[in-house]
């Protein structure tokens, strides 16, 4: 018998990430412009799983978690955002003003973003990556410096994730 936690675990390693909308010209050209400009430079279209455990057992990899494509847009690792998007707090080895990159699946169906929600709009998010010190200043350069045509398709592609 599994303990609530071990139950809730399981339930969560086991939801299927969400599904992208399907493609439309207007989203396709939005990913090529997120790759041109640099965006994917942290936020990594997919990463491949390694060997996962299936749950409760010592030994077995679950075939269902591993060797799997993960399309979750992060490179997972942590990086100076600048002085706009500190808070202040230190966690761990990450000093204020670092943050994980967000993974953008499913970004479509969120409400609010960045790690303290201070913004539902999400070009407002792309803008707030860049401020003294961060590493996203030349790429939101890049961003700033589409057309609005341009704009419109990569924000139409993070609305599809
Ligand atoms: C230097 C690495 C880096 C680059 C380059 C970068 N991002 Fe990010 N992005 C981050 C980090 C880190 C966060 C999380 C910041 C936070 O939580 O305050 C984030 C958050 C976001 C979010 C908010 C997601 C959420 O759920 O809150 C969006 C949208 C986003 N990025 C889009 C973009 C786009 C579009 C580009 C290209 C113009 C881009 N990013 C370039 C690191 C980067």
Request: net charge negative.
């Amino acid at each position: 018998m599994l303990s609530d936690i071990e139950a809730f675990a399981d339930f969560m390693r086991m939801l299927a990430p969400p599904t992208p909308a399907p493609a439309t010209a207007s989203t396709q050209h939005g990913n090529s412009l997120f790759v041109g400009i640099g965006c994917s430079l942290c936020h990594t279209p997919a990463l491949t799983t390694g060997n996962a455990m299936a749950s409760g057992s010592a030994t077995l990899p679950s075939a269902a978690l591993s060797r799997q494509q993960a399309n979750l847009f992060s490179d997972l690792l942590v990086h100076h955002m600048g002085s706009r998007l500190a808070d202040g707090i230190t966690q761990g080895a990450a000093g204020p003003d670092e943050f994980r990159t967000a993974p953008l699946w499913g970004v479509g169906e969120r409400v609010f973003f960045l790690h303290d929600g201070r913004t539902s709009d999400i070009v407002m998010a792309i803008l707030d990556h860049a401020s003294e010190g961060s590493e996203a200043n030349q790429i939101v350069q890049n961003f700033q410096e589409l057309s609005a045509a341009d704009q419109q398709d990569l924000i139409n592609f993070l609305r599809s994730l």
